[in-house]
Nanobody, 126 residues
């Protein structure tokens, strides 16, 4: 089992910044490829960003490209999501997820991820 714990969410004004963190514990191994998803009220959960196990490759949803940056501590299962120029439409619960068993080629799909955190709320006021 891998436990993922997110932190760093909160309330911020439009145009502001937040940094989310996700730390993995439990099963040893990795580092794992990891990703961030989000779910806004009344909407489906959607892909936000992905980072490969090495940290060399990153991918972003078009809606956050140029504003969000995913990174990780080298060799560790700790990832960050730095969010800049936040918009009210970024309001959502943000989830961290890890790819432990699969090859992760479908990194933009929820089905690629084996473990999920509980989520952290991000609210952007206008």
């Amino acid at each position: 089992q891998v436990q993922l714990v997110e932190s760093g969410g909160g309330l911020v004004q439009a145009g502001g910044s937040l940094r989310l963190s996700c730390a993995a514990s439990g099963r040893t191994g990795g580092p794992y490829a990891m990703g961030w998803f989000r779910q806004a009220p009344g909407k489906e959960r959607e892909f936000v960003a992905h980072i490969s196990w090495s940290g060399v490759q990153t991918h972003y949803a078009d809606s956050v490209k140029g504003r969000f940056t995913i990174s990780r501590e080298s060799g560790k299962n700790t990832v960050y999501l730095q969010m800049y120029r936040l918009k009210p439409e970024d309001t959502a619960v943000y989830y961290c997820a890890a790819i432990v068993w699969g090859h992760g080629s479908n990194w933009h799909e929820e089905s690629a991820y084996d473990y999920w955190g509980q989520g952290t709320q991000v609210t952007v006021s206008s």
